[in-house]
Nanobody
Framework: QVQLVESGGGLVQAGGSLRLSCAAS????????MAWFRQAPGKEREFVAT????????YYVDSVMGRFTISRDNAKKTVYLQMNSLKPEDTAVYYC?????????????????WGQGTQVTVSS
């Protein structure tokens, strides 16, 4: 059983940056591919980015390509999401998720473990 706890959300102006962190416990972190999803009010949960077990491969949704970077530190059991050039449409609750397999699949149903989420609000 893997527990995930996100942190780093907050209120930022458009064009600003935030770095989200997701700390894992209860499992062998390097055995899990990790991902970030987000959910805005009234919308479905949306895939943002995923990273492979060693960090050697990453995939992003087109809307964040070139602005967001996913990374991980297996020694610290933590995955990060560096968000630059933030836009009001990035406003959402951001969730990290884990699963054993890795692919560019963006389906939330394929992930086994989820954090509680952290709110990101981007003002215009």
């Amino acid at each position: 059983q893997v527990q995930l706890v996100e942190s780093g959300g907050g209120l930022v102006q458009a064009g600003g940056s935030l770095r989200l962190s997701c700390a894992a416990s209860g499992g062998t972190f390097s055995n899990y591919a990790m991902a970030w999803f987000r959910q805005a009010p009234g919308k479905e949960r949306e895939f943002v980015a995923t990273i492979s077990w060693s960090g050697g491969a990453t995939y992003y949704v087109d809307s964040v390509m070139g602005r967001f970077t996913i990374s991980r530190d297996n020694a610290k059991k933590t995955v990060y999401l560096q968000m630059n050039s933030l836009k009001p449409e990035d406003t959402a609750v951001y969730y990290c998720a884990a699963r054993r397999s890795f692919s560019r699949s963006s389906q939330a149903t394929e992930y086994d473990y989820w954090g509680q989420g952290t709110q990101v609000t981007v003002s215009s």
